[in-house]
């Protein structure tokens, strides 16, 4: 979800700022900077930024202001790693600022938005599905996957309706009215292209995907 910064107080802009500079700034630190120095999992990093560009570039417009797309997000957290997905997301969201198909003044919401906080929860639900279930190959793509990703979608989509209530930009009645009663459709297409990839990327290429271990989830008994 895509919001513009004319819809939003400059006081909520630079609390944007702040909280996503200290994101993306803990992203660096803790990013794998030996591993990226041999060659593969930097050449996943940037081919992971130009797939995002390339889907949040298809997006329409829900409200005044507002632009849905999917996120894509779970894949790039589940292949690369919290700190990682951060990056790839920011890098392929100032390439879009860039060129000229995101807002500059809306950026740092919307990097909270699409960027800090879906790659946050898929971590979050990553973490607690592990310690709570079996490593098995069908609970990896089903709960990890879609089900991880559909949820991501939907507090991405409701995060930004409550962001703008609580900057008087709308009201909850408007909402209710205007696109609210639609965010629980966003949950299955988001569900179904991240399982999709995620089925092919563990199935193909299991050694892309950091969260991802043949030993732990196929051959263990």
Known sequence: MDVS??????GLLRTGWAVYVLALLAALRWLPWRRLAQGTPLH???GTAVALMVL???RAEVHSGLEFHLLGMT???LMLGWSTAVVAGSLALFGLALAGLADWTGLPVTALLIVVIPATLTQVLLVLIRSALPKHFFVYVFLNAFVTAGVVALTSGYVAAAILIADGVQS???LRQSFLPFFPLMFFPEAFVNGFVMSVMVGLRPEWVDSFSDDEYLRDP
């Open 44 to 46: 996943l990093l940037g």
């Open 172 to 174: 909850l009645d408007d």
């Open 5 to 10: 910064g004319e819809l939003l107080s400059v």
């Open 75 to 77: 894949t790039a957290t």
């Open 56 to 58: 949040w570039s298809l």
